[in-house]
């Protein structure tokens, strides 16, 4: 990919090859894994922020570059008006979950990958930059579910490497009679098939509804003549895609 990289550290690193070091600047020089990079093309800025010592410069990179090839598609798909300006942290904290995002910031969370094997899951930016994209107005009529059910049927349109990374939607029914409120994939799964099978253009509806503050649950209705309930039962008889 061309990418236009400015580090903030780009000046010494100029300088390296033409001066000696005290061990105080090796050390600093080595540690330029720290240094923010500010990557600029067709008009989207994402700087790279990293706190994690043994982060892999190619999981760094690949992620970049994922951004860059997938996070212009989904703005102008789905909100034009979303941010173009984003920043990635990489983070060596602990946590349960890979990734999130706030605003225009996305956290990754870099032992998640390392410890579980997932270092190959990049389209985790999907998802996350989906959530950028989304910037729902708050409305406590919209579901939590629905917020990640559609990022990941986003992920599923979009991402690249979801099936060699192991990422895939679920083949059999969730059995533990959480219906769609399981969200994320089980969502995702559920919004594809209304999709394809019920009404074209359903979630670009429903994100709309949810970006102006504008969902309830009667969107199902309009929409289809059936509430959500009543779809996922008729997902249940008939769960081909
Ligand atoms: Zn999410």
Redesign the pocket.
């Known amino acids: 990919m061309n990418f236009k990289i400015k580090k903030t550290g780009f000046f010494l690193t100029l300088l390296l090859p033409l001066i000696s070091f005290s061990q105080q600047e090796i050390s600093s020089v080595n540690n330029d894994i720290f240094k923010d990079s500010i990557i600029i093309k067709n008009g989207f800025r994402l700087t790279l922020k990293n706190n994690d010592p043994k982060l892999s410069q190619e999981f760094k990179k690949n992620i970049a570059e994922r951004f860059f090839l997938v996070y212009p598609k989904m703005l102008n798909h789905f909100n034009p008006k979303a941010t173009k300006t984003v920043t990635i942290i990489f983070s060596n904290e602990d946590t349960d979950h890979p990734a999130?995002?706030v605003n225009n910031e996305i956290t990754v969370f870099t032992k998640f990958f390392t410890n579980n094997g997932r270092e190959k899951d990049i389209d985790v930016i999907v998802?996350?930059g989906f959530?950028l994209v989304q910037a729902y107005r708050y409305n406590e009529n919209t579901p939590g579910w629905l917020v990640?059910g559609i990022?990941d049927y986003v992920r599923e349109i979009y991402g690249v490497s979801n099936e060699s990374s192991g990422w895939v939607l679920p083949k059999t029914l969730d059995d533990k009679g959480n219906k769609y409120k399981a969200s994320y994939r089980t969502a995702a799964r559920f919004l594809l098939w209304i999709d394809l099978k019920v009404k074209k253009g359903i979630v670009e509806t429903l994100d709309d509804k949810c970006r102006t503050g504008n969902y309830t649950d009667a969107v199902w209705e309009i929409e289809t003549s059936k509430t959500v309930d009543e779809l996922w039962d008729d997902y249940t008889k008939n769960y081909s895609l």
């Open positions: 999130h995002a998802h996350e959530h990640e990022a």
